[in-house]
């Protein structure tokens, strides 16, 4: 199947399912300073989501807002990650980090997700995709010829964006990561970019 036509299957599956709004609508572009409170927000607000029934949600409140909020903040202002975020109707409703892999070993031409959330109620919505495309846009334009993602295996839809994607698991990458007192069980994914 061309590229093209799996990414008009993949956005009629997954991104679009009917009566959804269109993603001409999410512009992404690169964080600024000011936007990292909602970064940081919007990543708990997330994460809780997605890990809801699996991470308590005390690991969650551990870190004061403050804290997360100079998180981002640093990552923006140096960009490690490189941190975008997709924009509708003047409000942040995802973010992607980016950069080279963190991973030991890994050749310097391998980019690496490092987190990417869109908002718990746009999931389904076009967001994921504008952030992943710019993302992807960006590794290419630092030479990178491949991408990987750390995603947890437990998250199957996560998992099924991803491998929509172009993502493959490499089963013998997967590792557990504690998490709020519970752990994690994460399988790393691959693809080429270019």
């Not at 998992?159 to 590792?175: P, S, V």
């Amino acid at each position: 199947m061309s590229g093209f036509a799996l990414k008009a299957l993949w956005l009629q599956c997954v991104v679009f399912p009917s009566s959804v709004q269109a993603m001409s609508d999410i512009q992404v572009r690169f964080a600024t300073l000011q936007d990292a409170p909602a970064v940081a927000a919007l990543h708990v607000s997330a994460c809780r989501a997605a890990y809801a029934g699996q991470v308590p949600d005390t690991h969650w409140d551990a870190t004061p807002m403050p804290k997360r909020v100079s998180f981002w903040r640093e990552a923006i202002e140096y960009g490690e990650p490189q941190v975008m975020v997709a924009v509708a109707d003047r409000e942040i409703v995802g973010f992607v980090g980016f950069d080279r892999s963190r991973d030991p070993k890994s050749k310097n031409t391998t980019g690496e997700i490092w987190a990417i959330y869109a908002a718990p109620d746009r999931i389904g919505q076009g967001v994921g995709l504008a952030l992943w495309d710019a993302a992807r846009e960006g590794l290419e334009d630092e030479d990178c010829t491949e991408v990987t993602v750390w995603l947890p295996l437990l998250h199957e839809r996560t998992l099924r964006f991803h491998d929509l994607a172009g993502f493959k698991r490499e089963m013998n990458t997967a590792r557990t990561v504690p998490l709020g007192g519970v752990k994690v069980e994460e399988v790393r994914l691959k693809r080429k970019l270019g």
